[in-house]
């Protein structure tokens, strides 16, 4: 029942959604197209529901001959102007409410993961992937300024090493307790985070969500202990 009721809700509100924000999207494409030549939209190749691949759709923020790692760094030099703005709106995110629309994606869950990073934690993602993956969660709201965290000299292997394992315990407690009534609390939070720009903090062992009160987490030095990073919220 709670499935059935939370896969209407996906399809009305991101139907609403795309109808709303269709003139912010007309005017995003325009002013991608003049900016920069190019596609006005790329795919970033993710892990979906069950394992499935899923071609992510998302607004084109990068120059079209930009290469490197498929993490967004802070600053990043690949950005157009208009791409970072889309960045720090999340604006660049729009389109997959096209794939909640067509049920490949959901509101509220695990973010979808590039296979290479499912790749390194296939345990994890065994559970991860039993449910639809989200445009937010508990991880996003968590780490919504991962940006910021990562370091720009080797961002895929901080990624891997110290983020990736604390959003994956984030995933799947998630995953375990799956409810409509989470994800309520989840939208309520991410209009917190998005609308009064609050950060917002997640507990790792409860999933427990309240108003983040310590500045958010830094990159760290090489040496530093990874229990620098893992006891931030």
């Given amino acids: 029942m709670q499935r059935s009721l939370k896969r209407a809700v996906d399809v009305v509100v991101s139907a609403i959604v795309l109808l709303l924000a269709a003139p912010v999207m007309a005017v995003i494409a325009i002013g991608i197209l003049v900016e920069s030549p190019g596609p006005l939209f790329y795919r970033a190749r993710r892990v979906g529901y069950r394992g499935r691949p899923l071609a992510m759709l998302k607004f084109?923020?990068?120059?079209?001959?930009?290469?490197?790692?498929?993490?967004?760094?802070?600053?990043?030099?690949?950005l157009t102007r208009v791409g970072a703005l889309l960045v720090k709106f999340r604006l660049d995110e729009l389109p997959q409410?096209?794939?909640?629309?067509?049920?490949?994606?959901?509101?509220?869950?695990?973010?979808?993961?590039?296979?290479?990073?499912?790749?390194?934690?296939?345990?994890?993602?065994?559970?991860?992937?039993?449910?639809?993956?989200?445009?937010?969660?508990?991880?996003?709201?968590?780490?919504a300024e991962e940006r910021s965290i990562l370091p720009p000299d080797d961002p895929v292997s901080y990624y891997v090493d110290r983020l990736l394992p604390q959003k994956c315990a984030i995933d799947r407690l998630y995953a375990r307790q799956a409810s409509l009534g989470t994800d309520l609390k989840i939208v309520a939070w991410t209009l917190i985070a998005v609308v009064l720009r609050r950060p917002v903090a997640v507990h790792r062992g409860t999933g427990r969500l309240s108003v983040r009160r310590r500045p958010a987490a830094q990159p760290v030095r090489r040496d530093e202990p990874a229990t620098s990073v893992a006891s931030r919220t």
């Fill in 60 to 78: 084109r923020k990068m120059r079209p001959d930009a290469r490197g790692t498929a993490l967004t760094v802070a600053d990043d030099a690949r």
């Fill in 97 to 143: 409410f096209w794939h909640v629309l067509r049920g490949e994606m959901s509101l509220i869950g695990p973010r979808p993961e590039d296979p290479e990073f499912v790749a390194a934690r296939p345990e994890d993602y065994a559970e991860i992937l039993t449910v639809r993956p989200g445009i937010s969660g508990l991880a996003q709201l968590a780490f």
